[in-house]
């Protein structure tokens, strides 16, 4: 791997250590389950973490429509706000309708934000080791909150 493609290593700790508040709903659900009580509040934890790393990649977004050489330009703005809304969407549809709608919706979420970082790549709007550190982090997140709608309908 070249120089230049090699993920940072603090941004690859970081990144690994953001999955364990993806994680920990996992485990707590399974606690959960084998005490016999809901496991609503560590559910309700999967989609608040979810819609802040959503937040928080759209301010990498903001950040690099802020360095641009066309700042002004409004609709690198304008999409960069879309990962915060979506989150906040989804957090609401977990209040709403439960925790089925709000666990798929920061999953969808994710995986648009990974196609939107790979589509990035390609054009040469990010690094290439930020591509591929996105990719570990959003399939372990995405994992996670597959295994939490597993163990809703375990």
């Known amino acids: 791997m070249s120089e230049t493609n090699r993920i940072p290593t603090r941004a690859l700790l970081g990144g690994l250590a953001g999955w364990i508040p993806f994680w920990a709903p996992v485990a707590l659900t ?14 309700a934890l999967y989609t608040l ?7 928080f ?18 609709g690198p703005w304008v999409l960069s706000l879309l990962p915060t809304c979506f989150g906040l969407a989804a ?5 709403a309708f439960g925790p089925v709608s709000g666990i798929a ?9 990974l196609a939107w970082d790979r589509h990035a790549l390609r054009v040469g709007d990010l690094p290439a ?4 550190l996105r990719l570990i982090l959003s399939l372990g997140a995405i994992l996670a909150g597959l295994v939490c709608l597993a163990l809703l309908f375990a």
């Open 129 to 132: 080791w930020y591509g591929q």
């Open 91 to 95: 957090i609401l549809a977990h209040w």
């Open 57 to 74: 990649l759209g301010g990498v977004r903001w950040g690099r429509a802020l360095a641009s050489d066309r700042p002004d330009t409004a």
């Open 49 to 55: 973490y979810g819609a802040l790393i959503l937040s």
């Open 105 to 113: 919706l920061i999953i969808a979420g994710l995986i648009a934000q």
């Open 30 to 43: 399974v606690q959960a389950s084998l005490t016999g009580r809901s496991p609503a509040p560590e559910l």
